[in-house]
């Protein structure tokens, strides 16, 4: 496995994408504190190992956050996630606390930041893709919340424009716990290559 994922992962050609680990997302003030905590316990610890072993292979880092004006003009409100998230939230207009990166994943200058107003998940109507394709990757390991939303939505979407996917389960979050794990069992491990935080960085030794 470690020949192939050492192929798969070619930091060349590779990207880690976050999803919505941000302040406002996974901060004390986050309008999700179950999802938060749960995230907090390893998915944070390991998706920062992560990030920071990226940097160190000359892996491109890409921060895909969600934004939210204060009058939620133009946002979602046809699901209940947004009504809790626009009703609850602190601010995350674009350069806010609540929109900025959490302090342990950083943002670094070469780190790249998308951000959307709209829609379930990063790659839906976003820049993401096309930002992916000038860069030559070819590979894109997902890290960040929620493996129940966001993240299967961007992982449907890396696949179904051509990416390799790799997910590290233990970087990333969803709740409750034990429907999280069954979600990467029964549904994440036939659309993208399942291993563990330890897998991705032997490979980029």
Not at 10 to 21: I, L
Not at 52 to 78: C, I, K, M, S
Not at 129 to 142: A, E, K, S
Request: with cysteine.
């Amino acid at each position: 496995m470690a020949l192939d994922l050492r192929s798969l992962l070619d930091p060349a050609t590779t990207a880690v994408v976050t999803s919505e680990c941000q302040n406002g997302v996974l901060g004390p003030d986050s309008a999700l504190p179950d999802l938060a905590a749960i995230a907090n316990e390893h998915m944070v610890p390991n998706g920062a190992r992560l990030v920071h072993a990226a940097r160190t292979a000359g892996v491109q880092v890409v921060h895909a956050v969600f934004w939210r004006r204060p009058d939620n003009r133009a946002g979602n409100t046809n699901g209940r996630l947004f009504v809790a998230m626009n009703k609850f939230s602190p601010p995350m207009e674009p350069g806010s606390h609540g929109a900025e990166p959490i302090a342990e994943f950083g943002h670094l200058p070469d780190d790249l930041v998308i951000g959307r107003y709209h829609g379930l998940d990063p790659i839906g109507g976003t820049d993401l893709d096309p930002i992916l394709r000038n860069l030559g990757v070819r590979t894109v390991v997902i890290v960040g919340v929620s493996l129940n939303v966001a993240l299967m939505g961007l992982t449907i979407g890396l696949v179904n424009a051509g990416y390799q996917v790799v997910l590290p389960r233990d970087a990333v979050a969803g709740i409750p716990m034990d429907y999280a794990q069954t979600l990467i069992d029964g549904s994440y491990a036939f659309i993208s290559t399942v291993v563990t935080t330890d897998d991705v960085l032997g490979a980029w030794l």
